[in-house]
């Protein structure tokens, strides 16, 4: 199975600050279709997972442009340009690539200092 | 609206069994690859099985620790999709969550706990 590690695994930051996640596989994630398969989910406190970004750095419908994705093979990275603070929350990269399974990375959790 | 809406969890012995189900609407439940992702207290999110469409077979896909125990089935005919949970052990306690297949989509979750 394809191993996902994300570090920090806490993030504190300031408001209006930028913010940055990183995603790494432990295998390239380029299928053989040519796409990379790795996205980022949201879960703030007491929701469900929300979808942010696919093929790497694609954003879904409604995401604020200050978030962005960016990366290839194994190493990928989230950033928010300036944080907010409805972006507290817990940030997951996930691969779709080899399946099954999807694998999830840990979890970074993002609150405000 | 697209909306995925899950029911059936609940409180359960060891060993016993329970059968989720997830409310498809506002897309076409029957074109759909769907997925299972669950979140154990205060963990992270694991990939439970996916279902395929019906025209690219039906056929499952399981992690695992619950292969073997759970079985994802559809009802093209309801919208819902289902998974069956047997043999359930503590470990299994966690919000299950059905996702589209992309996982775009989530419903709001439901609680299993597993516990004497």
């Known amino acids: 199975d394809v191993v996902m590690t994300q570090s920090p695994l806490s993030l504190p930051v300031t408001l209006g600050q930028p913010a940055s996640i990183s995603c790494r596989s432990s295998q390239s994630l380029v299928y053989s279709d040519g796409n990379t398969y790795l996205n980022w989910f949201q879960q703030r406190p007491g929701q469900s997972p929300r979808r942010l970004i696919y093929?790497?750095?694609n954003r879904d419908s409604g995401v604020p442009d200050r978030f962005s994705g960016s990366g290839s093979g194994t190493d990928f990275t989230l950033k928010i340009s300036k944080v907010e603070a409805e972006d507290v929350g817990i940030y997951y990269c996930?691969?779709?690539?080899?399946?099954?399974?999807?694998?999830f990375g840990p979890g970074t959790k993002v609150d405000i200092k | 609206e697209v909306q995925l809406v899950e029911s059936g969890g609940g409180l359960v012995k060891p060993g016993g069994s329970l059968r989720l189900s997830c409310a498809a609407s506002?897309?076409?439940?029957?074109?759909?690859?769907m997925n299972w992702v669950r979140q154990a207290p205060g963990k992270g999110l694991e990939w439970v099985g996916r279902?395929?469409?019906?025209?690219?077979?039906?056929?499952?896909d399981y992690a695992a620790p619950v292969k073997g125990r759970f079985t994802i089935s559809r009802d093209d005919s309801k919208n819902t999709l289902y998974l069956q949970m047997n043999s359930l052990k503590t470990e299994d306690t966690a919000v299950y969550y059905c996702t589209t297949y992309v996982m775009d989509v989530w419903g709001q979750g439901t609680t299993v706990t597993v516990s004497s």
């Open positions: 279902i395929k469409r019906k025209t690219d077979g039906g056929t499952t």
């Open positions: 996930m691969q779709g690539t080899h399946w099954p399974p999807f694998t």
């Open positions: 093929k790497v750095s």
């Open positions: 506002g897309f076409t439940f029957s074109n759909a690859w």
